[in-house]
C-alpha cells in the first residue's frame, strides 16, 4: 500500500466499489516463538544515538534487557492471514500494515490484568497524497503453547535475579531504589511491582495480543468498529456465531459495496444490522470521527488553538496514552479544515520505531503513545521552536510564540459553542474554557480514564448527574444548564464489552445519528467561516500560462495569487494571520488546484467551496461594499443535519445477506475465547459477478459514475498524478509519509538527504521571493513601477524566514538546551570564545581611533562581532524566551547586513558543530551548508529594517558627531550648542551638548528611523557664530548611521540669524572603513537642504546655478506628486511625510525656489535680504488694508485669507524660538499645507505691491498664468490629511 495508487487492473473492475479491501490477523506466531522486536531495538539504538550513548548499551536491548519487566517487554508480532491476497491497484503493505495494527508489538497479560478489547484506527498516507484506513480490534487471547509459556517463566527467573543482585549490590536498599530501577511505568508502587514481576506456570495464565483489522478506502469508522466488536463477540459468546465466521468476513470482503454518493446503506454484521451513509457531491466530504469526542478531549479554547496551528503548517505532536485519540484528535482538525487540505507529513500514531521522524525538518502533524506515568518534561523533541505540543490526556496544550489569533475568535467560539450546547455538552459552551468547565471536564474524562473506559468500545447511556451529583461544581453547572433549558442528565460513556446490552439498540442509534448530526453542524460552522473570509478569493487569481504544460513548466517561477492585494481588501483584525496563511503550502495548492480547474475536473473540495460561494453571491446581490471584520453566522446548519437524518431514517441501498460458502467440514471449528483459524480458499476470491450490486452497476453511465469516484476518493487519475508530482518538487512537499516497510539505516540515510534537498530549495525560495519584493519595493521609491511589497508581507517573509533558520538549526541535532536549536548553538559558541579569549590574556584591543577628515571629526568604526550581536539580545529584558532571542538575533543580523557572515563565523567551529550535530545534519553537509549561506548572503542587496520597526519600546544607544566647516570658522563655538533627535516612533528632546565637545552618546528609546535633527546654541561668548557642515547620528546597536547635512551658520548677524535650524537626515550605507566620507546612499532619502540650493546666499563653492522657469515648475510638480503618492500607500507604508516637505527635493524647496525666481539683488548696502523680508513687506501692507473696501464677490474670501495669512506670519515671529528667516519661510509653508491655506495665499502675495519693488518683471511670481497653474497643482493636496512632525512647529502656536 505505500506505493502509488494505480487504476483496476482487468477482472477487479468491482474492487473499486468494494467496502472493504483486506481482513487482516495480526498476533504471535507459534512457531517462531518469543522474538524481540527489531524495530523497538532500532527505536533504542536510535535514542542511544541521540543521547550519544555507546552502542554496548544499545546491544543490551536485544532480547537480554533483565531491567525491563518480560510482560512489559515488547515482542514481535507478525501478520498471521489477509484476505485476499492482493489488490492489483492497492498492494497489501505487510510490514506498514503489522506496524500500525500493533504499534507496541505482541503485548502479554495474566489473569490478573486488565484485558478488555481495546478499538484503534490508522491511516496509510501514500506519496500522492491518496490515503488508506485501517480499523483495528486488540483483544487478549490464552496462550495455549507449552513452549511460549515456558519461555516467559524462564524470562521471569532470569530478570528477578538480575533485580535480586543489583538491589544486594547497593548498600541503600530501599525499596523506592528497587522500584525506580524497574521500568518507569511500573513504578508506582510495591504492590504493583510485586504482581508485574510474578509469573508462575502453574499459577498464572498467560494471555497475549491479537487483533483483527478491516483495510478500507473510506474512514467509515463507526460501521467497521461495529463489525469487528459483533466478530469479537461471536468468539467470545458461549454459543457459535449462526454461521460461520468466513461468510461474514467474505460479505463484507466481497458482497458489501461502498455506498453511492449521496446513499445510505445497510449491510449486516454477526447479530445486528449496520448502517453508514455517505454525503452527497455538494455535501462536505465524508468525515466518521466523531468531533464530540475530539471537543471533549482537548477544550473548544484550545481546540481553536491548535486549529490555528495547523492552519498555519507548524509542527503538531499529538500525546496519548490511546491510540484512538490520537487518531480522533488529528481526523478530526483535519476535516475542519476544508476547503484546504493538509499537505505535509501527516502520521496520526507513530510507531515506536519511526520516533526518529520527528527530527524532520518540515511542518507535521503526528501522533506519539505517551508511556504510563511520562511526564512532558521527560519528552525531549529536537524542535521546540515552532512545535505545537498538544497533551490530549491532560488536556494540555503548548503553543509556538508569537501565534497570530484566528479571525473573529470570540464570536467563532461562541458560535460552536451554541451548537454544542444544543447537542447536551455545556462544559464547553458558554463557559469557553473557564476553571469550573476544565474541572468539570477532567472530572468526567478522569473517571473515563480510571474505569479504563478509553472511549473505544460501544456506548451505554447512563445518568451522568447522578454519578457525578456529589460535586458542588458539578451541582451548580447543572443547574446553570437547566436554567438555560438544556438537558444534562444523560451521556454516553463507554461501558464494559462484557457487560450484556440490554434494548439499547434504539439509545445506540440515536446516540450515532446525534454524533453525525452534531459532526456536520460543528463542521457547517468551520466551513462558513471560511466561505465569509474568501468568499472573494476568485478575483486575486493570476491565470498567467495560457495552456497546462506551460503552467506546469513555469509553476515555480509564477505568481499564482495577488497577496498584496489580496491583504489589503481585508479587514485589519485579519491580517496578522492571513498574512502568514496565504503563505502555506494548503493555500498555495489550493490555489492552484483552481488554475487546474481551467484544463481539467475540479477538485471535489473545491467544486464544493466554488458552488458555496456561488449561493453567498445568489443572496448578496447588493453592490459590493469594502469588506469589514463583522462576524456572519452560518445558517446552513440545520439544512445539513436534515439531509444526514434523512438519509439514516430511509436507507437507500441493502447489502446481501451472509450466507453459507461452499466450505470445508471440520476445519475452523469453533472453540469459544479463541479466533478460529479461517479457511483461506474461501476468502481468497469473490463472488463471479453473480451478486445483485455487481450486475446493477454494468451500464456504461454506472461504470462511469463509479470511475469518476474512483479518482475522487480513492485513488489520483494520470493527471492528477502529474499535478501531484510537479508539486512534490515545489517548496514543502519533499517528502509527505516517512515509508513504514523498510528502515534500513539507508532508507533513513535516504530520507533524510531528502530533507535536505528540502531545506536548500526553500531557502533558496524563501530568499529569492524576499529579495524580489524588496527590490521592487525600492525601484518604487525610485520612481520605477508599482509597490508589491507592504509592511505585513514582509514581516510574514522574514519571520518566516526565522522559522526556516530554527528548523535547519534543528535538523539532525544530538544536543540541545532551550527550545531553540540556533540560540543553543550561539550560546555554546559565545561560551567557548569567552573562554579562549580568558585563557589568551591577551591586553584586551582598544576600540580604533577616530579618524579624521578633511572636513573634521568622524564617527569612530562600529566592531563587527557576532559576539557583540548576542550581548545586545541578551540586554533585551523584555525579550523572555529563547526563541524570541533567537528571533531578534536574525532580525538584528539581517538589518545589519550581516546575517550570512555571523552564521559563517558561528558555523566555522567545526568542532562544536561535530559535538552538536549528526553526520546526516543539513549543517554537516559542506556544499548545501555553502550554497545556504550564499543565499542568505544575497539578502544583503536590499535594506531591511526589520529590528527596528519590531522591538519600538527598547533603549537603543546612540551616538552623535557634529562636524563643523573648519576652513571658515571655528572649530568649537564659545556658546552652550543643543541638539534634539527626532525619528518616526518619538524624539530624545533638547540634550546640552558638553562643552569643547563636538561628539556624545546618549540612551533613549527606540527613535525607528531617523527623520530630523534640531540644532542649535544660546549665542553666548566672544566666539558665537558657528558654520557647521553636518551632524552624524548613529544608532549604536543596528549600525545604521545617518549623515544631516547643515553647511549653514548658526549665530546672530551671519547668514538668516538663525540661532537654530532643522536638519533633514540621510541614511548612509555600510561602507569601507577608510572613507566614510565618500559613501553611496541606498535608498537615496533626502536630506535637508544645503548652501548650493540656497539662492539668497553666497554659496560657499561660489558656484550658483539658477534653475530655469520649466525646471522650476517640473520641480514643484515632481514634489506634490510624491506627496500624493505618499498618501496614496497603506499607511503603514507611508515612511516619513518630513522628507518630502522639507527634504532636498522637498515641497519647501520647490517653493523656495519660486520664489527666488526673478527675485531682485541678493544684497541691497551689503546686508541679505531673504524671502521672509518680502513676506513681512507683505503682512505690513495687508495690515493697513484690510478695513479698505472692494467691489469684488470674492472679497470676504479675501480678507479672511489676509487674516489668516497675517496670523500665520505673526505667530511665528513672535515664537520663542531662535528661527531664522529661511526657517521661518519653512514653517509658514509647513502650517499653510496642514491647514490647506498655501493655494489661497499665492494670489494674495502675487497681487500684493511690495512685488513689483522686489521681483523682475520676468518673474514666476509675475505670470498669471504660471500662479494659476502653481495654484491648481497645489489643490491636488487639498483632500489630504497633512500630519506634521512635532520638531518642525514647536512653539509655534496657531
Same mark, same amino acid.
Given at each position: ?49 541521540? !543521547? ?42 505487510? &510490514? ?148 460461520? %465466521? ?82 480522533t484528535v488529528a481526523e478530526g482538525i483535519t476535516t475542519l ?65 508569537? %501565534? ?14 451554541? #451548537? ?43 445518568? /451522568? ?22 438537558? #444534562? ?20 442509534? &440515536? ?6 448530526? *452534531?459532526? #456536520?453542524?460543528?463542521?457547517? #460552522? ?6 465569509? /473570509? ?7 487569481? =493570476? ?34 494571520? %492571513? ?26 473540495? *473545491? ?44 436507507? &437507500? ?27 483461506? &480458499? ?22 462511469k459514475d463509479r470511475l469518476r469516484q474512483h479518482s475522487e ?73 508599482? +509597490? ?16 526556516? *533558520?530554527?528548523?535547519?538549526?534543528? !535538523? ?27 585563557? +589568551? ?10 579618524? $579624521? ?125 543643543? =541638539? ?12 546640552? @551638548? ?12 527606540? %527613535? ?97 546655478? $539658477? ?32 522628507? *518630502? ?18 527675485? $531682485? ?9 531673504? @524671502? ?30 489676509? $487674516? ?31 491647514? !490647506? ?28 498664468? /504660471? ?23 514647536k512653539g509655534v502656536d496657531v
Amino acid at each position: 500500500m505505500s506505493g502509488s495508487a494505480a487504476p483496476p487492473g482487468p477482472g477487479s473492475g468491482s474492487a473499486s466499489c468494494r467496502f472493504a479491501h483486506y481482513f487482516v490477523l495480526c498476533g504471535i506466531d507459534a512457531d517462531s516463538g518469543l522474538e524481540p522486536d527489531e524495530l523497538a531495538v532500532l527505536y533504542q539504538w536510535l535514542e542511544a544515538d541521540r !543521547h550519544g550513548k555507546s552502542s554496548d548499551t544499545a546491544d543490551r536491548t536485544s532480547g537480554e534487557n533483565f531491567d525491563q519487566s518480560p510482560l512489559r517487554r515488547t515482542f514481535k508480532s507478525k501478520v498471521l492471514a489477509h484476505y485476499p491476497q492482493n489488490i492489483e491497484w492497492n498492494p497489501f503493505d505487510q &510490514d506498514a500494515v503489522n506496524m500500525l495494527c500493533m504499534p507496541k508489538g505482541l503485548s502479554f497479560r495474566t489473569q490478573t490484568d486488565n484485558r478488555d478489547p481495546q478499538f484503534h484506527s490508522f491511516i496509510i498516507t501514500r506519496e500522492d497524497g491518496s490515503r488508506t484506513y485501517g480499523f483495528v480490534l486488540t483483544f487478549y487471547e490464552e496462550v495455549i503453547s507449552k513452549q511460549i509459556c515456558t519461555a516467559m517463566q524462564t524470562l521471569y527467573q532470569m530478570h528477578n535475579a538480575e533485580q535480586c543482585n543489583s538491589v544486594c549490590a547497593s548498600s541503600s536498599c530501599s525499596m523506592d531504589s528497587l522500584a525506580s530501577s524497574l521500568d518507569e511505568g511500573d513504578s508506582t508502587s510495591l504492590a504493583k511491582m510485586q504482581r508485574y514481576n510474578s509469573y508462575d506456570i502453574n499459577r498464572d495464565t498467560l494471555y497475549v495480543s491479537k487483533c483483527i483489522c478491516l483495510i478500507a478506502p473510506l474512514p467509515f469508522m463507526q460501521a467497521c468498529k461495529k463489525f469487528l466488536i459483533q466478530l469479537y463477540k461471536a468468539v467470545t459468546s458461549q454459543q457459535p456465531p449462526p454461521l460461520p %465466521l468466513e461468510s461474514y468476513i467474505h460479505n463484507i470482503l466481497y458482497e458489501v459495496p461502498l455506498p453511492p454518493p449521496g446513499r445510505s446503506l445497510k449491510f449486516n454484521g454477526v447479530y445486528e444490522p449496520i448502517v453508514c451513509q455517505r454525503p452527497g457531491p455538494n455535501e462536505l466530504p465524508l468525515s466518521d470521527y466523531p468531533l464530540r469526542e475530539a471537543f471533549e478531549l482537548l477544550g473548544l479554547e484550545n481546540l481553536i488553538q491548535v486549529f490555528t496551528c495547523v492552519l498555519l503548517e507548524m509542527q503538531i505532536l499529538l500525546y496519548s496514552q490511546d491510540y484512538q485519540r490520537l487518531m480522533t484528535v488529528a481526523e478530526g482538525i483535519t476535516t475542519l479544515l476544508f476547503p484546504f487540505q493538509w499537505q505535509h507529513v501527516y502520521v496520526p500514531i507513530l510507531p515506536a520505531s519511526l520516533l526518529h521522524f520527528l527530527d524532520a525538518p518540515v511542518p507535521y502533524l503526528m501522533g506519539l503513545q505517551s508511556k504510563e506515568g511520562t511526564d512532558r518534561s521527560k519528552l525531549e523533541l529536537p524542535q521546540e521552536a515552532n512545535l505545537c505540543f498538544v497533551d490530549i490526556d491532560n488536556h494540555f496544550i503548548e503553543l509556538p510564540e508569537e %501565534l497570530p489569533q484566528f479571525p473573529n475568535k470570540l464570536d467563532f467560539i461562541q458560535e460552536i459553542s451554541e #451548537v454544542l450546547l444544543q447537542f447536551g455538552i455545556p462544559f464547553e459552551g458558554t463557559l469557553h474554557c473557564s476553571e469550573s468547565a476544565t474541572k468539570f471536564k477532567n472530572l468526567v474524562l478522569n473517571d473515563l480514564a480510571n474505569d479504563r473506559k478509553n472511549g473505544n468500545i460501544p456506548s451505554n447511556t447512563i445518568n /451522568m448527574y447522578e454519578l457525578l451529583k456529589g460535586n458542588e461544581t458539578i451541582a451548580r453547572l447543572h443547574a446553570l444548564a437547566k436554567r438555560t433549558g438544556v438537558a #444534562v442528565d444523560k451521556m454516553s460513556i463507554t461501558a464494559p464489552l462484557a457487560e450484556k446490552e440490554r434494548d439499547v439498540e434504539l439509545q445506540c442509534e &440515536d446516540g450515532e445519528l446525534r454524533d453525525y448530526k *452534531l459532526n #456536520v453542524q460543528l463542521r457547517e #460552522v468551520f466551513a462558513n467561516h471560511f466561505t465569509q /473570509m474568501f468568499s472573494d478569493y476568485e478575483a486575486f487569481v =493570476i491565470q498567467a500560462a495560457q495552456d497546462r504544460e506551460s503552467w506546469l513548466t513555469n509553476r515555480e517561477q509564477m505568481q499564482n495569487f495577488d497577496k498584496a492585494s489580496f491583504l489589503s481588501d481585508q479587514p485589519e483584525p485579519y491580517l496578522p494571520f %492571513l498574512s502568514h496563511f496565504i503563505e502555506t503550502q494548503m493555500f498555495a495548492t489550493f490555489i492552484d488546484n483552481k488554475i487546474m480547474s481551467q484544463w481539467e475536473e475540479k477538485d471535489p473540495f *473545491l467544486r464544493v467551496f466554488d458552488s458555496r460561494i456561488e449561493k453567498i453571491r445568489l443572496y448578496n446581490v447588493r453592490v459590493p461594499s469594502l469588506r469589514t471584520s463583522s462576524y456572519q453566522k452560518c445558517n446552513t446548519v440545520k439544512e445539513a443535519a436534515q439531509a444526514i437524518e434523512q438519509r439514516l431514517r430511509k436507507i &437507500d441501498h441493502s447489502a446481501i445477506h451472509p450466507h453459507l460458502l461452499d466450505m470445508k467440514i471440520g476445519q475452523g471449528k469453533y472453540e469459544q475465547g479463541f479466533f478460529p483459524k479461517l479457511q483461506p &480458499d474461501v476468502l481468497a476470491t469473490g463472488p463471479a459477478n453473480n451478486n445483485r450490486w455487481v450486475g446493477r452497476s454494468a451500464t456504461a453511465q454506472r461504470r462511469k459514475d463509479r470511475l469518476r469516484q474512483h479518482s475522487e476518493h480513492i485513488c489520483l487519475d494520470n493527471d492528477l498524478r502529474e499535478k501531484y508530482m510537479q508539486e512534490a518538487r515545489t517548496l514543502g512537499k519533499n517528502l509527505r509519509q516517512p515509508k513504514l516497510s523498510d528502515l534500513s539505516p539507508a532508507v533513513i540515510a535516504q530520507t533524510n538527504w531528502k530533507f535536505v534537498e528540502g531545506l536548500l530549495r526553500e531557502c533558496r525560495m524563501k530568499t529569492k521571493r524576499m529579495l524580489v519584493e524588496k527590490m521592487g519595493h525600492e525601484a518604487v521609491e525610485l520612481g520605477h513601477g508599482e +509597490a508589491n511589497i507592504t509592511g505585513l508581507e514582509e514581516n510574514t517573509l522574514i519571520a518566516s524566514l526565522c522559522d526556516l *533558520l530554527e528548523r535547519i538549526w534543528s !535538523h539532525g541535532l544530538q544536543v540541545k538546551q532551550g527550545k531553540s536549536a540556533l540560540w543553543s548553538h550561539l550560546i555554546r559558541y559565545q561560551e567557548r570564545e569567552e573562554k579562549q579569549e580568558q585563557l +589568551a590574556e591577551s591586553p584586551i584591543a582598544v576600540g580604533p581611533e577616530r579618524r $579624521k577628515s578633511e572636513t573634521g571629526l568622524m564617527l569612530p568604526t562600529l566592531r563587527v562581532s557576532l559576539i557583540s550581536d548576542m550581548r545586545h539580545i541578551q540586554n533585551m529584558s523584555k525579550i523572555k524566551t529563547d526563541v524570541g532571542r533567537s528571533r531578534a538575533w536574525i532580525r538584528l543580523s539581517l538589518e545589519k547586513k550581516l546575517l550570512s557572515q555571523h552564521l559563517k563565523q558561528l558555523l566555522s567551529n567545526q568542532v562544536l558543530a561535530k559535538k552538536l550535530y549528526k553526520r546526516y545534519a543539513f549543517l554537516c553537509c559542506e556544499e548545501e551548508r555553502e550554497q545556504f549561506l550564499y543565499h542568505l548572503l544575497s539578502l544583503n542587496a536590499v535594506n531591511y529594517f526589520c529590528f527596528t520597526s519590531v522591538f519600538t519600546t527598547i533603549v537603543i544607544p546612540y551616538r552623535t558627531v557634529i562636524i563643523p566647516i573648519k576652513k571658515l570658522s571655528n572649530a568649537i563655538t564659545t556658546s552652550n550648542p543643543w =541638539i534634539c533627535v527626532s525619528g518616526e516612533l518619538g524624539d530624545t528632546g533638547i540634550m546640552q @551638548i558638553p562643552k569643547n565637545l563636538l561628539e556624545m552618546t546618549f540612551e533613549c528609546q527606540n %527613535l525607528g528611523k531617523l527623520t530630523t535633527v534640531q540644532i542649535g546654541h544660546d549665542n553666548s561668548g566672544l566666539l558665537a557664530k558657528w558654520l557647521v557642515d553636518c551632524v552624524m547620528v548613529r544608532n549604536e546597536i543596528t549600525g545604521h548611521t545617518y549623515r544631516f547635512p547643515c553647511g549653514r551658520w548658526l549665530g546672530k548677524g551671519v547668514d538668516d540669524g538663525s540661532l537654530e535650524r532643522i536638519l533633514i537626515g540621510e541614511l548612509l550605507s555600510t561602507a569601507s572603513e577608510d572613507d566614510l566620507g565618500k559613501q553611496c546612499r541606498t535608498p537615496p532619502q533626502q536630506k535637508s537642504p544645503t548652501t548650493g540650493r540656497r539662492l539668497s546666499i553666497t554659496s560657499l563653492t561660489g558656484k550658483n546655478t $539658477k534653475p530655469n522657469a520649466g525646471q522650476i515648475q517640473e520641480g514643484i510638480g515632481e514634489a506634490v506628486n510624491n506627496i500624493v503618492k505618499h498618501f496614496h500607500k497603506p499607511e503603514k507604508e507611508r515612511g516619513s511625510l518630513t522628507v *518630502l516637505l522639507c527634504g532636498e527635493n522637498g515641497l519647501v524647496a520647490a517653493l523656495e525656489q519660486v520664489f527666488h525666481h526673478g527675485f $531682485k539683488s541678493a544684497r541691497i548696502f551689503h546686508k541679505n535680504v531673504f @524671502i521672509w523680508d518680502f513676506i513681512e513687506k507683505a503682512v505690513a501692507y495687508f495690515d493697513t488694508t484690510d478695513q479698505i473696501g472692494d467691489n469684488e464677490d470674492n472679497v470676504l474670501l479675501q480678507k479672511s485669507s489676509c $487674516k489668516t495669512f497675517c496670523r500665520y506670519v505673526n505667530a511665528i515671529n513672535t515664537a520663542p524660538r531662535n528661527i531664522g528667516k529661511d526657517g521661518k519661510f519653512q514653517i509658514l509653508v509647513c502650517l499653510g499645507m496642514r491647514d !490647506h491655506f498655501v493655494p489661497q495665499w499665492i494670489p494674495l502675495l502675487a497681487e500684493c505691491p511690495a512685488i513689483t519693488r522686489m521681483y523682475e518683471e520676468n518673474a514666476l511670481l509675475r505670470d498669471r498664468m /504660471m500662479v494659476n497653474s502653481l495654484i491648481r497643482v497645489l489643490q491636488t493636496l487639498q483632500d489630504f490629511n497633512i500630519v506634521l512632525e512635532g520638531s518642525l512647529i514647536k512653539g509655534v502656536d496657531v
